[in-house]
């Protein structure tokens, strides 16, 4: 039997992660930036990501940044997976959508031509 990479993540996150941990506000937090208008949903950000490069999201973290001077942004931390297996990091912003940074081996042969 073949398992997905993906699925022996969940497991691991399943064993390692605290009963009623901090993850449950962490998801509070998100719904409520996303309610409030301050970030995109989820499904935009995932396509953003794979419109521009052929890969395969692997994971997608929300979290806050310090930006310019005080001020803290909402930032999407997604790694996925090109076709040749390499991994990338991308960073966007939580309510533009624009790349912050792209980091990876093979990042520019998976950007898609316009």
Known sequence: MKFRPIILLLVAWAVIAPAGGGWAGEQDEARRA????????????LKRVTGAYECR????????????GSRKR?????????????ILMFKLDGMT?????????????????P
């Open 57 to 68: 999201v692997l994971a997608v973290e929300l979290h806050r940044a310090r930006s310019s």
């Open 34 to 45: 996303y309610q409030a208008g301050e970030v995109v949903a989820l499904g935009q950000i």
């Open 97 to 113: 959508m624009k790349f912050l940074s792209i980091a990876g081996r093979g990042a520019d042969a998976a950007r898609r031509k």
């Open 74 to 86: 909402w930032v999407y931390s997604v790694k996925a997976m090109t076709r040749q297996g390499h």
